[in-house]
């Protein structure tokens, strides 16, 4: 059982950074692959990114590879999602997962309950 906490959520103008961190408890943290999925407001949930159990491999959306950069630290139990340049269209309700390295919403078994980044023009 992995319990997914993310914080690191604002407002923020285009143009601008923030970063996002994913705080899992449990012991096995470090065996499943992480991802951040978002959705924004009468869309589909949408993969961003994923990184492998051990940092890597790692793989983006096209929309957001060059300003986006997923990375984990094993020993701290916590995964990050560093945004800069952001967008007008970046704003969403950011998820972060735990399960199976991939792209498809249903690898990922374990979820957090979400954290609101707004970019305003």
């Known amino acids: 059982q992995v319990q997914l906490v993310e914080s690191g959520g604002g407002l923020v103008q285009a143009g601008g950074s923030l970063r996002l961190s994913c705080a899992a408890s449990?012991?096995?943290?470090?065996?499943?692959?992480m991802g951040w999925f978002r959705q924004a407001p009468g869309k589909e949930r949408e993969f961003v990114a994923t990184i492998g159990w051990s940092g890597g491999p790692t793989s983006y959306t096209d929309s957001v590879k060059g300003r986006f950069t997923i990375s984990r630290d094993n020993a701290k139990n916590t995964m990050y999602l560093q945004m800069s340049d952001l967008k007008p269209e970046d704003t969403a309700v950011y998820f972060c997962?735990?399960?199976?390295?991939?792209?498809?919403?249903?690898?990922?078994?374990?979820w957090g309950q979400g954290t609101q980044v707004t970019v305003s023009s």
């Open positions: 449990g012991r096995t943290f470090s065996s499943y692959a």
């Open positions: 997962a735990a399960g199976s390295y991939g792209t498809s919403l249903r690898r990922y078994t374990y």
